[in-house]
């Protein structure tokens, strides 16, 4: 009898040996981003959760959303290091380029490895930081630089344009703005009429375009820093008729912006892949809390770079509605470099 | 000597208060027509008729809860979830409804609901409107999300759509819409009890209640009419820009406050009428086409509106303080 009871006991001993041994313990997957009520974070919050699907750790798949409070975003990432006890790992869209800093010196001095995403100081450098694997960006100037050419090449390549800024002094806005003005000079033949700021919103757009096409009725096309403000102002050009007769570009590639390409109401738009973001800079982490990456040996263009975005126009805008929207590419969560192009500080 | 320009100050000054929006009005007006010819133009008048026709509702909405006052920061998030709603209950791309007009009458009836509740936590559990109406603000903000999972639900039901984005001869339905709307509060503020106690009750709650006054039942009334008329809003915004989305009435709550005050409307409460809220909204609508037509840097637009405002304020708590004085 007593013999049986050892058995079971040895047995049960060795089953939960093993299973401490080849069963990786779940670590919590923190997502900071700013809101779910956009298209954008909205397909972020997608990604997490199938990268942590793709683990089987579901239950440890935590987004926090700071709607726009970066207080809040730092009282969250607190809390959730605290509730896991420091077994996290953070991807990062920080609220504000000044806020990566509060986020970093928190996560570091609990030594929880994160990833953050576009909002960094240019003079912060991630190489100072054990415990910051990277903060990645996309190429802003590139996209209000390739979106301007093809609205330009759209009009022939003369004619009046408009153009919508994003919130002033948010540093995409400033980025994609200083690439249109590079795409500007080189269209001499293009003159700009006007611009307006619509704080990346539908509304204020399309009022502004409305009251632009009073001003100057004659704009040949519209240039947009991101695509929310495309859609508003297509919506203000077909309440005069005009919709698909001025072409109009954006960023972001949100659904409703493929759509109007697809229709020839908009020429461009770019996209940089949210679904991808929202598990890629889970799995960057993850990889590093786990040893897979050795932070201390990337060298600093792996630590501060710059990810591949997709241009969509007419030629290639069906490609991407059975690719991304229709279907889901397949990802690669381990293949961490796949999209890298260069080091930030890197001239392009 | 000395007596005689203290009188016609008496008269000139109470003159000009008593007008000071009406006169601001008129001094854009000119001011934007003669800095550019195009400002007078048929286009651009119908271009106003249809910027302004959303704003003149909820600046309207807003300035009936501004008298009894209170304040309503819930416009946002009632918007936006009566516009989502709208676009699941149309032709959209999202599901197979195919309601058609019947979805205004239940955008009605959601901003009539959350209008209510405001009303109803804010005077029976005495909670600060500007408190209540901010947490309405965010679960019907929260419950639009959920909806919608932040994607604009894309709407297909031109028919809907017309309501938007249509025109009777060169007339804006949106405007025609507002009109009509704006005329039935005009009759409810001016012609029935409902409409006097308003201003009552923002003069002197007290006064208001000793007289017999059922303030509550008063302010879930006026909380209810601003949410169905932000009902109705949030389902013509949706026939505008051709999709439900959560965050396209960004902004709404500021104008709305904005334009009554412009208008004349106190802040403090007492003070206010249906015209007052359209002369607000025109200005400010009319600010924004003239900056834009005169080719004011936009770094500067925003600034100009806050200066305005502050100014404008300050001249209404100035006519508040009249009776006082007396």
Redesign the interface.
């Known amino acids: 009898m007593r013999k049986g009871w050892l058995l079971v006991f040895v047995v049960c001993a060795v089953w939960l040996v093993g299973y401490g041994a080849f069963a990786e313990e779940p670590v919590y997957l923190g997502t900071a981003i700013r809101?779910?009520?956009?298209?954008y974070?909205?397909m972020w919050a997608e990604g997490a959760k199938a990268f942590a699907h793709s683990l089987g750790w579901d239950d440890y798949n935590v987004i926090l959303t700071c709607e726009g409070s970066s207080e809040k975003q730092l009282n969250d990432i607190k809390a959730l290091v605290a509730r896991s006890k420091g077994n996290v790992v953070f991807s990062i869209d920080p609220n504000q380029s000044t806020d990566a800093l509060a986020i970093a010196n928190e996560l570091e001095k609990n030594q929880v490895y994160f990833v953050t995403w576009w909002n960094k100081p240019d003079e912060v450098r991630v190489t100072d930081y054990k415990y910051w694997v990277c903060h990645i960006t996309f190429d802003n100037r590139a996209s209000g630089y390739n979106t301007a050419k093809i609205l330009f090449d759209a009009i022939g390549g003369k004619g009046k344009v408009f153009a919508l800024?994003g919130l002033?002094g948010n540093s995409a806005a400033i980025e994609r703005w200083e690439g249109f003005q590079k795409a500007l000079k080189e269209y001499p033949d293009i003159e700009l009429v006007?611009?307006?700021?619509a704080?990346w919103?539908?509304?204020?757009a399309?009022?502004?375009v409305?009251?632009?096409?009073?001003?100057h009725?004659d704009i040949k096309a519209i240039w947009c820093a991101n695509d929310?403000m495309a859609?508003?102002a297509i919506?203000a050009l077909?309440?005069r008729g005009l919709a698909g007769k001025v072409p109009v570009s954006g960023v972001d590639a949100?659904?409703?912006m493929i759509?109007a390409i697809k229709n020839g109401e908009a020429v461009a738009t770019v996209a940089s892949d949210a679904f991808w973001q929202g598990g890629m800079g889970l799995s960057i982490a993850l990889a590093a809390k786990q040893g897979k990456i050795k932070v201390e040996e990337l060298p600093e263009n792996k630590r501060e770079w710059i990810a591949k975005t997709i241009l969509i126009t007419k030629e290639n805008v069906d490609w991407y509605i059975q690719n991304f929207i229709e279907g889901k590419p397949q990802y690669d969560w381990n293949n961490y470099w796949e999209r890298w192009v260069r080091g930030i500080r890197e001239q392009g | 000597m000395s007596a005689s320009p203290k009188t016609k100050k008496a008269t000139f000054l109470p003159f000009i208060q008593e007008n000071s929006s009406a006169l601001a009005l008129v001094g854009l007006t000119v001011l934007f027509g003669g800095a550019?010819p195009?400002?007078f133009?048929l286009?651009?008048l119908f271009?106003i008729l249809?910027?302004v026709s959303l704003l003149m509702i909820t600046g309207s909405a807003m300035s009936f809860v501004l008298m009894t006052g209170s304040i309503d920061l819930s416009v946002e998030g009632v918007v936006g979830l009566s516009g989502v709603i709208a676009s699941f209950l149309v032709k959209n791309l999202s599901n197979s409804n195919d309601f058609g007009y019947f979805a205004l009458v239940v955008c009605l009836g959601v901003g009539l609901l959350f209008g209510l509740l405001n009303g109803a936590i804010f005077s029976k559990l005495r909670i600060p409107s500007f408190m209540t109406t901010l947490g309405i603000g965010y679960i019907t903000?929260g419950i639009?999300?959920l909806l919608t999972?932040?994607?604009?639900v894309?709407i297909s039901d031109w028919g809907f759509r017309q309501l938007g984005?249509g025109r009777i001869g060169f007339v804006?339905n949106t405007f025609i819409i507002g009109s009509l709307l704006l005329v039935i509060m005009w009759f409810v503020h001016e012609r029935t009890f409902f409409g006097r106690y308003i201003l009552a009750i923002g003069g002197d709650e007290a006064i208001a209640r000793d007289l017999g006054i059922k303030v509550e039942r008063i302010k879930v009334g006026v909380f209810g009419l601003a949410g169905a008329l932000y009902g109705i809003v949030g389902a013509l915004?949706t026939a505008?820009?051709?999709?439900g989305?959560?965050?396209?009435?960004?902004?709404?709550t500021f104008d709305s406050i904005a334009a009554s005050v412009l208008g004349g409307v106190a802040i403090t409460g007492g003070i206010g009428s249906v015209p007052k809220a359209l002369i607000g909204a025109l200005i400010l609508t009319i600010l924004?086409?003239g900056m834009?037509?005169m080719?004011i840097s936009?770094?500067v637009q925003q600034g100009v509106i806050g200066a305005i405002l502050i100014f404008t304020v300050a001249l209404t708590l100035d006519r508040a303080k009249i009776p006082v004085l007396k």
């Open positions: 809101s779910l009520a956009n298209p974070h909205a800024q002033l006007g611009w307006e700021a704080d919103e539908k509304v204020k399309y009022n502004h409305s009251n632009a096409l009073i001003a009725p929310a859609i508003g919506e077909r309440a949100i659904p409703e759509t | 550019n195009r400002f133009t286009s651009n271009n249809d910027l903000n639009g999300v999972k932040g994607n604009p894309v984005v804006p915004l505008k820009l051709g999709s989305d959560i965050t396209a009435p960004r902004g709404f924004r086409n834009i037509l080719g936009p770094y």
